[in-house]
C-alpha cells in the first residue's frame, strides 16, 4: 500500500513517522517534505494546491490513499478534485471535502454552524465593508478586549485581540476596507472575548463514528511566559492536565458530538481530522475555532501517544468502518519544544547549517524547516524542528527535551525555555 501525504511541516514528518510503523504501508511518499521525512519516506517536490501534479504522483506511484496535512488544499478542494476525477475517484483522501473544509475556511460559516447545532461558543457578529458602522456599534456593546478575526485563511495571523476600542474600531477598518490580510478579511467576524484556558482536542471522523484523540495545549507567542508576538506555535503538551474525564465528557457531550450531527444534519460527508480549539471558561468548554486538519506543533505530541496503527484507523475513514477499528494511548505525558529561526516570526534567514541530531537520545526529532543541501541538513524555515520527549510528568519529558535540545545548534537558534510553564504545579 502506496501512500502520498501532502505536506512539508513537523505534523507531516509525525504522520509519516507513525504511518512508517504501519505493516500495511508499503512505500511513502512526502509532497513537498522536508530533511526529516527524506529519511523514511520519498520526498516529492510539488505544491500541495497543484492539483495536477498531485493527480500525476498519484498515477505515477501507484499512490492508495492521500492524506492532507495542510488546510490549504482542503478549502482549495483536493478531495473533491479526486472524486471528480475518473482515474482518481477511487482513491481516498484523508481530509473533508471543500463543503467541510469550510469549517476552517470561512470563520462567518463555523459561527453559524455552531449556533445552528446549539454548539457552545462566544457570541458574534459578521461584518464587511458595506456596514462598517454596523461593526463600530457592536464593538461599543461589547467589554474588552476585543476580538476581530478575518473570514478566510490569513496563514494564522488573522485573528487581533485588542484592548482598547479606538485600536479596535481602527483596526476593524484596516480589516474591511484597507484589505489588511487581503480577500481573508473582506468580511470580519467580531466576538465577545472568552476569558480562561486555551486546549485543543482531536477528532478523526468518518463522518458517521469517531474518535476523540488526546487532548493537547500549544504555546503561540515567541516570548517566555507567553509574550511577545503569535508564532505558528512553540511547543506543546499532551495530555492537558486540567481536562479530566468530567472535563473531556462535557467537551464529547455539549461539542464533538453535536458537531458530527450537525455535519450529517447539513448534508457534510466529513471524513477527516476536526481540530477544536476550546477555552475552559470555568470548567465549561467553549468552541473558540475550528480548524479541518492536526494542528502543528500539536500533532508532534498527539500522534506518538496513540498506540494504534495510523493506517488502520485511516482505513475506517475511508471505508467508514472507524467504529470497528481498535483505539488506544499511552497514559505517558508528550511534550514538544520548538526550535527556530532567529528574528522568526518576523524576518530571519535560512540555509544555517544543523548539527548535533546525531547525539539526540530519548527524543523524537520531527522536522518542519529543514532541506538536505551536500549531504548536510540546514533551516529552511521559521520554525525548524519539534523536539518530542516521553515522561510520567510533564516535568520528565521537558527534561528529556530540554537535555537533547542543548546537543543541537545552528546560527541564532531560538526556543522557549518555559513550555508547559502554567501546567507544572498540575503534574
Not at 467541510?100 to 457578529?125: C, V
Not at 540546514?378 to 519539534?386: C, E, I, L, T, Y
Amino acid at each position: 500500500m502506496n501512500i502520498l501525504i501532502l505536506g512539508s511541516g513537523g505534523r507531516e514528518h509525525a504522520f509519516a513517522y507513525k504511518l512508517a510503523q504501519s505493516n500495511k504501508v508499503s512505500q511513502l511518499f512526502v509532497a513537498p517534505g522536508n530533511a526529516g521525512t527524506a529519511k523514511i519516506a520519498t520526498n516529492i517536490a510539488i505544491n500541495p494546491t497543484d492539483f495536477s501534479a498531485v493527480k500525476k504522483t498519484v498515477i505515477d506511484q501507484k499512490i492508495a490513499m492521500v492524506v492532507v496535512g495542510p488546510e490549504a488544499p482542503l478549502v482549495e478542494g483536493v478531495h473533491d478534485f479526486f472524486l471528480n476525477d475518473k482515474e482518481l475517484q477511487s482513491v481516498p483522501v484523508i481530509g473533508p471535502k471543500k463543503d467541510g473544509a469550510l469549517l476552517e475556511g470561512s470563520k462567518d460559516f463555523s459561527k453559524q454552524f455552531m449556533e445552528k447545532h446549539n454548539i457552545p461558543t462566544a457570541k458574534y457578529q459578521s461584518f464587511t465593508a458595506d456596514n462598517l458602522q454596523e461593526g463600530f456599534s457592536f464593538l461599543e456593546t461589547l467589554n474588552p478586549p476585543y476580538v476581530l478575526k478575518a473570514d478566510g485563511l490569513a496563514a494564522g495571523k488573522g485573528v487581533l485581540i485588542l484592548n482598547s476600542l479606538e485600536e479596535a474600531k481602527k483596526e476593524l477598518e484596516e480589516m474591511l476596507t484597507n484589505q489588511k490580510f487581503g480577500e481573508a478579511s473582506s468580511t470580519v467576524v467580531i466576538e465577545e472575548f472568552l476569558d480562561g484556558i486555551e486546549l485543543s482536542v482531536f477528532v478523526l471522523t468518518d463522518g458517521k463514528s469517531y474518535k476523540v484523540l488526546p487532548s493537547a495545549k500549544d504555546y503561540k507567542r515567541i516570548g517566555e511566559g507567553d509574550t511577545g508576538l503569535n508564532t505558528g506555535g512553540m511547543g506543546a503538551i499532551s495530555p492537558v492536565p486540567f481536562a479530566d474525564n468530567d472535563f473531556l465528557n462535557k467537551v464529547e457531550e455539549r461539542i464533538v458530538k453535536p458537531t458530527i450531527d450537525g455535519l450529517q444534519k447539513d448534508g457534510i460527508d466529513y471524513r477527516g481530522f476536526i481540530f477544536i480549539g476550546l477555552m475552559n471558561v470555568n470548567g465549561n468548554p467553549f468552541v473558540i475555532e475550528y480548524n479541518v486538519r492536526m494542528g502543528d506543533p500539536e500533532t508532534e505530541v498527539v500522534l506518538p501517544r496513540i498506540n494504534s496503527d495510523l493506517y488502520d484507523l485511516f482505513e475506517g475513514v475511508a471505508q467508514q468502518t472507524l467504529s470497528e477499528k481498535s483505539f488506544n494511548v499511552t497514559d505517558k505525558t508528550a511534550t514538544t519544544v520548538m526550535l527556530v529561526s532567529g528574528g522568526y516570526p518576523e524576518a530571519y534567514e535560512k540555509g544555517k547549517l544543523i548539527s548535533g541530531l546525531n547525539e539526540v537520545e530519548d527524543s523524537i526529532v520531527f522536522h518542519a524547516g529543514t532541506k538536505l543541501k551536500d549531504d548536510n541538513i540546514v533551516s529552511n524555515g521559521g520554525r525548524v524542528m519539534a523536539i518530542t520527549s516521553f515522561g510520567n510528568t510533564i516535568n520528565e519529558a521537558l527534561e528529556t527535551s530540554y537535555k537533547n535540545i542543548n546537543k543541537i545548534s545552528f546560527d541564532k537558534m531560538n526556543y522557549r525555555k518555559d513550555i508547559g510553564f502554567d501546567l507544572h504545579e498540575s503534574s
